[in-house]
């Protein structure tokens, strides 16, 4: 009898600070594509995000998540990210990790503006080699032009591409600091157990 495989979702980020938004995208993948789990993994040094000024350190942001996640059965925290020397590259962690797990698939889980900026990534067609990629869309991006980016990504690499049909968030780690600076609440935006760690860690202060 065969082995029925696993699915693991991957959400992948600075998490600089973990939002509402984040939880959402990974709920709504794996309740759509009836994922085992939902792998949340902080990158440890994001090539495209040098300049770390005035941020939480690796240790608060994994920390966060830690604390966000932790309610969720379903969820788990990697570390696959975080404990690597030099910059951290989207295909090198998914051929790591299919090459430990070779009975699990993956399904990597990213916004339409990453979707977007794809081709700019490093590798992606041994990304999209190794993966299923779940976009979620925006509102200020037409369906159209989602719809079209993806079809062009598959044709190009013969890839699996999917859109997760979720709630819309339109907020990010970078409107959560400058919230933070001028002093507004992250209530309902930020789980609480994360705000108050963030309060007691006085971190995005500037």
Not at 145 to 155: C, G, S, T, V, Y
Request: with cysteine; charged share 25%.
């Amino acid at each position: 009898m065969c082995k029925e495989r696993k699915r693991v979702g991957i959400m992948g980020g600075t998490f600089d600070p973990i939002h509402i938004g984040h939880l959402i995208l990974g709920e709504t993948a794996y309740e759509q594509f009836h994922l085992d789990q939902v792998l949340f993994m902080p990158a440890g040094n994001p090539p495209h995000k040098r300049d770390r000024a005035n941020r939480a350190t690796d240790e608060q942001r994994t920390e966060m998540v830690k604390i966000a996640i932790e309610p969720n059965s379903h969820f788990s925290l990697s570390l696959e990210e975080m404990n690597q020397d030099g910059f951290t590259y989207t295909y090198r962690t998914l051929e790591r990790l299919k090459r430990q797990n070779p009975d699990t698939d993956y399904f990597f889980i990213m916004g339409a503006d990453s979707l977007y900026d794809f081709e700019k990534w490093r590798e992606p067609g041994r990304i999209l080699a190794a993966c299923t990629v779940l976009v979620a869309t925006r509102d200020h991006t037409s369906d159209q032009r989602l719809d079209l980016a993806i079809q062009n990504l598959k044709e190009k690499y013969h890839s699996r591409i999917q859109k997760m049909y979720s709630l819309n968030i339109d907020i990010s780690s970078k409107l959560i600091r400058s919230w933070i600076q001028q002093g507004r609440t992250l209530a309902y935006y930020v789980p609480d157990p994360v705000i108050s760690y963030i309060q007691e860690n006085k971190i995005y202060r500037g």
